[in-house]
């Protein structure tokens, strides 16, 4: 299906952004609209104007045709001089390096070129048969991505900031799609893996720790069937404040309820302390905060009924096997007189570290951020699969042959388990109700919930997902 100049000229301006490193109100401030107005008209809620197409090509340094002929087009026509320092390293051959290109961009086109012409008026002459003639992914993240045997030493440091790595491998994606941004996300989205892992192999650059990404696995987080589970109770939330909906549905109360929705939470555990090397087999009831993860406990008893237990939803008594982000929440909730104090039986520990994931945690929030103020859903997207993927594939996946880390797989989720709890808990604190918990990212309170959260789809804010009422006539 053929696009519309209005959705063509969309994609180019977001492709522009990507490579100028400009956001919305830079680019809003030089055209002379507000930043507001900007995002309407790149989400498609209102209009570009001709006058908004003659500024922003001067903007960039083109003429307007050359802007209105898709984003490969006008990526290659675009001044050397208002791309940004660090892009002289940037590995996505946007523009040709050929002393002049089939069909260079001119200061007065007498037609937009059709999308045949226009994708090769945009790239290099070949100086092989068309198949070969491809455009190279980003370096940087693709070379890396490549290899599936872990390397000790193994990493070359990056060409430029972490986030470029993303942001080029977005612009390479559209550039290959000819600015089709469902073929460029779906594209992105296939390359997640690899893409994540090579980002993750570049953030470890000069890290003070070299971790194992092959160690032995303890037993005990070996599974116990080919299509079952081991033995690790992650904490996941299912709660409900039984006393309160039993009371609503008797008649006797109504309690107008908020849905909560924590904004990227695997994102947000990517931050958590992480064992760097194999795990090791010690028993005795002593918790070592230099180390993390996985322990035996007898959870002792919890005392708050008003608020869940960080224990999730298990109902039956007895010892369990849990992640250092749980038995840390237990112990740090007995320090509050919330639960009787948990009895740490054995563990399976290394030296840890709560930093080994926080720069390519800090790039993918950069990136993220950025592709919310522009209304990029398609970087968006790929940031979003990026993060998931690789919580859900470094325990023991066909899909990443890069690690097999089962314990940082278990620790990372309970780490988002813990997050929302911690959420309920400040809430409580506050003087909200704690209606429901569950899943991942989901809070149900009843009161004045923004006087407590910030609202937004930042990573520290929350977004209102529903409002109902309890009682009454439901």
Not at 268 to 280: E, Q
Request: net charge neutral; glycine share 6%; charged share 20%.
């Amino acid at each position: 299906m053929t696009m519309s100049t209005e959705e063509t000229l969309r994609l180019t301006v977001a492709a522009l952004m990507q490579l100028t490193r400009q956001r919305q109100p830079d680019v809003a401030a030089a055209i002379g609209l507000t930043q507001p107005q900007l995002s309407r008209r790149q989400s498609g809620k209102s209009a570009w104007t001709l006058t908004d197409c003659d500024r922003l090509a001067a903007h960039w340094g083109m003429p307007t045709l050359d802007l209105l002929a898709g984003p490969t087009h006008a990526a290659g026509c675009l001044p050397a001089t208002r791309r940004p320092t660090a892009d002289a390293q940037t590995a996505v051959p946007l523009a040709p390096s050929a002393p002049a290109p089939p069909a260079p961009c001119s200061a007065a086109p007498t037609a937009t070129p059709a999308p045949a012409e226009t994708a090769a008026a945009a790239a290099p002459a070949p100086a092989a048969p068309a198949s070969s003639a491809a455009p190279a992914p980003a370096p940087a993240l693709a070379a890396a991505a490549t290899s599936s045997v872990p390397r000790t030493p193994r990493r070359a440091a990056p060409a430029g900031p972490l986030p470029d790595l993303i942001r080029d491998r977005v612009v390479a994606a559209l550039t290959e799609a000819g600015g089709d941004a469902d073929v460029a996300q779906a594209a992105l989205i296939k390359r997640a893996v690899p893409d994540v892992m090579a980002l993750f192999a570049a953030s470890r650059v000069g890290g003070r720790y070299e971790h194992s990404e092959f160690p032995p696995t303890a037993g005990i987080l070996q599974k116990r069937s080919q299509k079952g589970a081991d033995a690790i109770w992650e904490g996941r939330p299912k709660w409900r404040a039984v006393d309160l909906h039993r009371a609503a549905r008797a008649g006797h109360i109504t309690v107008d309820v908020t849905a909560l929705d924590m904004n990227a939470a695997y994102l947000a555990a990517l931050k958590t302390w992480l064992p760097i090397g194999k795990l090791t087999h010690s028993e005795g009831d002593r918790h070592d905060p230099k180390r993390s993860g996985v322990h035996l406990v007898d959870p002792g008893e919890w005392l708050t009924p008003d608020l869940p237990s960080p224990l999730g939803s298990r109902q039956e008594p007895g010892p369990l096997w849990i992640t250092e982000p749980t038995l840390r929440a237990l112990i740090r909730c007995a320090g509050m007189d919330l639960c009787t104090p948990p009895k740490i039986m054995e563990s399976w520990t290394s030296g840890a570290s709560e930093g080994l994931l926080e720069k390519m945690r800090r790039a993918l929030v950069t990136v993220r951020d950025e592709a919310i103020d522009n209304n990029d859903e398609v970087t968006t997207e790929y940031v979003k699969s990026m993060y998931s993927k690789f919580v859900s594939t470094i325990g023991e996946s066909a899909a990443n042959r890069e690690i097999r880390r089962p314990d940082w797989m278990h620790i990372i989720r309970s780490q988002a388990f813990v997050n929302l709890w911690l959420k309920a808990h400040k809430a409580h604190k506050a003087g909200l109700t704690v209606v429901q918990m569950s899943g991942t990212d989901e809070l149900h309170v009843s009161g004045n919930w923004q006087a407590v959260f910030p609202e937004g789809r930042g990573l520290s804010q929350v977004k209102a997902k529903s409002m109902y009422t309890l009682g009454g006539d439901e």
